[in-house]
């Protein structure tokens, strides 16, 4: 109940964002035409989203016999959360990262990169995917997908004020150019969508850390794989991400790298807060058995892949 609310407050906001900048644009028709627009995007952002971001990051789906460790990971940990199995997708990526997507526990998802099977051991690849499977059973999914898709869109209509800024004159019906309107929403609008998901996402990454520690049972190899991550995320660029920057709050590190207001409005918690309180835990919490292990984390197509980019991608 409290994820449903949190997203229908949400879309109301990105809603009333989305509106605000056709009136803008084009007065009371362009109010009309985001109203209609933004109720369209809304539904298919709650059926839809989940594909949208793999499809972004054009990630692709693996099983038991293309990538046996980590759809192992996976089972074992989600039978022990007593959740659906997700389907599991890898991304071409040097970047070590992770998401998971979907709307519902029944159709998720959870996405490693290349570059994180490559850097981490599997205790550590057990912590990451823990704390997504936290994240679906949290219901953030639903959130954190959503959210990437309509602040997309927010950031598509800056880019048209920037073009096509409108605004309907007040002696005429003729409508003229208005730099300022254009301006206000390239820069209010996307400001205003993240300052929205900044509110929602630092307590959810604190909590699917803590249950994700829980459910793997191994709170030093999460924190061992969030070092790890920060440490090689800060040097490699994710292109993919760059291109769809509205979707960035969705992995378990940031991947962007930029400065100014995209760092003040960061929607990750600082990493050394969160590793601080995975170690803290670790005395709290009683290892469980390992998880089933095969010879490489990697599939082999990928694992070939890897070794003709060299060492990092």
Known sequence: ????????????????????????LAGQQGLIIALLLAGGMNLFAYWNSDRMVLMQYNAQEVDERSAPNLYSIVRELAQRAGMPMPRVYIMQSAQPNAFATGRNPQHAAVCASTGLLNLLDHDEVAGVMAHELSHILHRDTLI???????????????????????????????????????LAIMILGPLAATLIQFAISRTRE??????GAMLCGNPL???????????????????????????????????????????????????????????????????TQGLPRTRSILPDSARSASRARGPWG
């Open 1 to 24: 109940m409290a994820a449903f609310f949190r997203t229908s407050l949400l879309l109301a906001a990105l809603t009333a964002l989305f509106m605000a900048g056709g009136y803008m």
């Open 144 to 182: 954190m997908t959503v959210s990437a898709t309509l602040a997309g869109a927010l950031g598509n209509l800056a880019q048209m004020a920037m073009w096509f800024g409108l605004s309907r004159s007040h002696s005429s019906d003729e409508r003229r150019p208005n730099p300022l309107a254009a």
């Open 221 to 287: 190899a999460l924190a061992r794989a969030l070092a790890k991550i920060s440490n090689r995320a800060a040097v490699t660029d994710m292109p993919a991400a760059d291109a769809n920057p509205a979707s960035a709050h969705i992995f378990i590190c940031n991947p962007l790298h930029g400065g100014g207001l995209q760092a003040l409005f960061s929607t990750h918690p600082p990493m050394d807060s969160r590793i601080a309180r995975l170690q803290a835990m670790a005395g709290q919490v009683q290892p």
């Open 206 to 211: 604190y909590e699917a850390d803590r249950r």
